[in-house]
């Protein structure tokens, strides 16, 4: 049964899908993103140790979690390209490392800038923040691997193969806050017990999450939608566009 659905998603019909989801996803992260932020900024309440420089948690922490969310999804589309072979799969694995390796990005100079006055620099060999470092660098191997072969299948197969091995950084940056004494804090929100969060500030933090979440998608559709555009370029589906 999956193998059938699988068969179906071709990149004719995945174009077709992404046309019609893309508007969707752009006017629901924007409103997400705008209103969480409007909280954020303007409605949250300072922190009693940090002042004002917490704010910068309502681009941090999404850019952070995306990081990590966007690897699962790079992680799942390997796992279906290396197995069925499924072109879709292979653009979508190129797409969100691009994607991945941008939160990912955003989250290591976010986390600079809210240290600097919290640590008094903007650097430190942290394992949470030397973790999330090597994560950058898994992103861009995994994006030059895919493109240093001529045949773009089997650069999509090294850099699957690639991203497989490296799927076990993931947990080493989800845990390392706990795993050794950092300077990094330790979790707030994604815990057993009660977030250890003020309401005032978690609600803005949520709808900032979900903006950036359908974010992602959005930028992962149309990144995949303009590399199908590319590869079947020859395709008679495209010339008819």
């Given at each position: 049964?999956?193998?059938?659905?699988?068969?179906?998603i071709s990149?004719?019909?995945f174009?077709?899908f992404s046309?019609?989801?893309i508007?969707?996803?752009?006017f629901?992260?924007l409103?997400?993103?705008?209103?969480?932020?409007?909280?954020?900024?303007?409605?949250?309440?300072s922190?009693?140790?940090q002042?004002e420089?917490?704010?910068?948690i309502y681009?941090?922490v999404?850019?952070?979690?995306?990081s990590?969310f966007a690897?699962s999804?790079?992680?799942?589309c390997s796992?279906?390209?290396i197995?069925?072979?499924?072109?879709v799969?292979?653009?979508?694995s190129?797409a969100t490392?691009?994607?991945?390796?941008?939160?990912?990005f955003?989250?290591l100079?976010t986390?600079s800038?809210w240290?600097k006055?919290m640590?008094g620099?903007?650097w430190?060999w942290?394992a949470?923040?030397?973790?999330?470092l090597i994560?950058f660098?898994?992103?861009l191997?995994?994006?030059?691997?895919?493109?240093s072969?001529d045949?773009?299948?089997k650069?999509?197969?090294a850099?699957?193969?690639?991203a497989?091995i490296g799927?076990?950084?993931?947990p080493?940056?989800?845990?390392s806050?706990e795993w050794?004494?950092?300077?990094?804090?330790g979790?707030?929100?994604?815990?057993l017990?009660?977030?250890s969060i003020?309401?005032e500030?978690?609600?803005?933090?949520?709808?900032?999450?979900?903006?950036?979440t359908?974010y992602?998608f959005?930028?992962i559709?149309?990144s995949?939608?303009?590399?199908i555009l590319e590869r079947?370029?020859?395709?008679k589906?495209?010339?008819l566009i």
């Amino acid at each position: 049964m999956i193998r059938v659905l699988l068969d179906n998603i071709s990149p004719k019909n995945f174009y077709n899908f992404s046309t019609i989801i893309i508007p969707w996803l752009l006017f629901s992260s924007l409103a997400f993103i705008i209103y969480g932020l409007y909280l954020g900024l303007f409605h949250a309440p300072s922190d009693y140790q940090q002042g004002e420089a917490f704010r910068i948690i309502y681009v941090h922490v999404p850019s952070a979690w995306l990081s990590l969310f966007a690897y699962s999804i790079l992680f799942f589309c390997s796992i279906v390209s290396i197995i069925w072979k499924i072109k879709v799969f292979e653009v979508l694995s190129i797409a969100t490392a691009k994607n991945g390796a941008l939160f990912t990005f955003l989250a290591l100079v976010t986390g600079s800038i809210w240290g600097k006055p919290m640590w008094g620099t903007w650097w430190v060999w942290d394992a949470r923040l030397t973790s999330e470092l090597i994560l950058f660098f898994i992103y861009l191997s995994i994006i030059f691997l895919h493109y240093s072969f001529d045949d773009y299948r089997k650069g999509a197969r090294a850099a699957n193969i690639l991203a497989i091995i490296g799927f076990v950084n993931i947990p080493i940056i989800h845990f390392s806050v706990e795993w050794w004494n950092t300077l990094h804090q330790g979790p707030s929100i994604m815990k057993l017990s009660a977030p250890s969060i003020a309401s005032e500030m978690l609600t803005p933090l949520i709808y900032t999450a979900i903006g950036f979440t359908l974010y992602l998608f959005l930028a992962i559709l149309f990144s995949a939608r303009n590399i199908i555009l590319e590869r079947e370029r020859n395709t008679k589906w495209v010339s008819l566009i």
